[in-house]
């Protein structure tokens, strides 16, 4: 019996899911079917060049998993490339990092991301200063404007704009 998977962390989740040829229907395509967490790995260290030590790290699996996860992403996108087929992101078996915020006076803590989307912290829950900045890397869809952007900016900027 085998052991079961673990779920792996991702930090990204992408907004397109779909990517085919140009000039051939749909219906005329095979798909490679490429999960979350082999784009994770893809952009860990392909486009943000980290070591697979660090990669496996952020994604809270061995340096082994990150790379049998990232030979099956790239066999795949070569598959695809080389071949014609449709590239679609989907399943896997996954948890989205939690948002990481900090005030101005060094404390930390973490929001579940689902919590983050929805309703942004105004103050620190230990010093409720409201100087407060997110780390989070999903950016825009976290409410902030990239990494390490300031909420209380933001939520003053968005507060301007509904006036």
């Known amino acids: 019996m085998s052991r079961p998977v673990k779920c792996r962390r991702v930090s990204y989740f992408p907004q397109v899911k779909y ?6 229907p749909i ?4 798909e490679v079917c490429l999960s979350i967490e082999e784009l994770e790995a893809i952009r860990l260290k392909d486009l943000d060049g980290l070591e697979q030590e660090k990669g496996a790290g952020q994604m809270n699996i061995s340096r082994p998993t990150f790379q049998r996860i990232l030979t099956s992403a ?5 598959a695809a490339l080389l071949e014609g087929k449709a590239i679609r992101i989907d ?3 996954f948890e989205i990092s939690p948002c990481r915020f900090k005030c101005c006076n060094g404390h930390e803590w973490d929001i579940p991301f689902e919590t983050a989307i929805q309703t942004l912290p105004d103050s620190c829950p230990t010093c409720s200063i409201t100087e ?11 409410g ?3 990494h390490i952007r300031c909420c209380q900016i933001n939520r003053l900027s968005k507060e301007k704009t509904n006036s």
């Open 144 to 146: 902030n404007e990239g």
């Open 132 to 142: 407060i900045t997110c780390s989070h890397q999903f950016g825009k869809e976290c």
């Open 91 to 93: 399943g896997g078996s």
């Open 19 to 24: 990517f085919k040829p140009a000039g051939i």
């Open 27 to 30: 219906k005329n395509l095979v």
């Open 74 to 78: 790239r066999q795949k996108i070569a």
